[in-house]
T-cell receptor, first 110, second 113 residues
């Protein structure tokens, strides 16, 4: 099984940078995903990491350290529309399904 | 663009009713999933399927069954709905050749009275 931890809530200011952390414990590892979910909507895919290092995609970046069981999602130049829940999900080796953390609710304030 | 659709956005049923939630994807994905999402508990996997007529239990299969007769369609069945099955139900699909990234449908918010 897996244990995935991420902060419940975070607040940041428009235009700033915010880092959302995710730690996991797993018996096998085959990729880590970040999803964004606005209230009342479905999760949408943001990023995927399977090797150590940083993946950059526009204002969003995701980092992975497999030896530490640690990932973060970095959001730059925050906009009001970035207010949402951010879900960290891990796939085990030989697995099809994802195990999701409980999500981090990010509030961006003016 | 991947499109995953679900038969209803909102559904109200009575305790004991048999409930069918339908999910259809149009990208020829092999894998399909059903989750429920509850406040404070996050997304939890109910069942998934990696091929037609194949199904695997997820973390919380009790009280549910599934059917996958065609590749594009994955149905979730509540045999006898109970109030503790009031939840948001999310369907997803993924393609083995694309990192198996899961794409989600809009969700069905089910209320069992």
């Amino acid at each position: 099984g897996q244990n995935i931890d991420q902060p419940t809530e975070m607040t940041a200011t428009e235009g700033a940078i915010v880092q959302i952390n995710c730690t996991y414990q797993t018996s096998g590892f085959n990729g880590l995903f970040w999803y964004q979910q606005h209230a009342g909507e479905a999760p949408t895919f943001l990023s995927y990491n399977v090797l150590d290092g940083l993946e950059e995609k526009g204002r969003f970046s995701s980092f992975l350290s497999r030896s530490k069981g640690y990932s973060y999602l970095l959001l730059k130049e925050l906009q009001m529309k970035d207010s949402a829940s951010y879900l960290c999900a891990v796939r085990e080796a030989d697995g099809y399904a994802l195990n999701f953390g409980k999500g981090t609710s990010l509030l961006v304030t003016p | 663009d991947v499109k995953v659709t679900q038969s209803s956005r909102y559904l109200v049923k009575r305790t004991g009713e048999k409930v069918f939630l339908e999910c259809v994807q149009d990208m020829d994905h092999e894998n399909m999933f059903w989750y429920r999402q509850d406040p404070g508990l996050g997304l939890r996997l109910i069942y998934f399927s990696y091929d037609v007529k194949m199904k695997e239990k997820g973390d919380i299969p009790e009280g549910y069954s599934v059917s996958r007769e065609k590749k594009e369609r994955f149905s979730l069945i509540l045999e006898s709905a109970s109030t503790n099955q009031t939840s948001m139900y999310l369907c997803a699909s993924s393609d083995t050749s694309n990192q198996e990234t899961q794409y989600f449908g809009p969700g069905t918010r089910l209320l069992v009275l």
